[in-house]
Nanobody, 119 residues
Framework: QVQLVESGGGLVQAGGSLRLSCAAS????????MGWYRQPPGKQRELVAR???????RYDDSVKGRFTISRDNAKNTVYLQMNTLEPEDTAVYYC?????????????WGQGTLVTVSS
């Protein structure tokens, strides 16, 4: 059973940086697409960035140029480098893995890590 554990959240001032990590265990890391999502207070969960197994990336327009997603298959870890943080980036950040198996589409979520950006 694949499990994901996020870390790296915390309190930071506007303009600052944080790096989130998501460590995967319990299954092959390669072959899975990985994504970072966030849920701001009182709002729905939204996509922040995704990285495919081949390294191709996709970002929400609100974070382009400020956030960078990357993965290290040798360490079974995906990262989200967040620079020039804004109060609007305050949210619980979740990591997700998704893939296709012989049973069809599968996805697993982490427990989330809180990022708070003060103005």
């Amino acid at each position: 059973q694949v499990q994901l554990v996020e870390s790296g959240g915390g309190l930071v001032q506007a303009g600052g940086s944080l790096r989130l990590s998501c460590a995967a265990s319990g299954g092959a890391f390669s072959g899975k697409s990985m994504g970072w999502y966030r849920q701001p207070p009182g709002k729905q969960r939204e996509l922040v960035a995704r990285i495919s197994d081949d390294g191709s990336t996709r970002y929400d327009d609100s974070v382009k140029g400020r956030f960078t997603i990357s993965r290290d298959n040798a360490k079974n870890t995906v990262y989200l480098q967040m620079n020039t943080l804004e109060p609007e980036d305050t949210a619980v950040y979740y990591c997700k893995a998704d893939w296709y198996s012989i049973y069809g589409y599968r996805e697993v979520w982490g427990q989330g890590t809180l990022v708070t950006v003060s103005s």
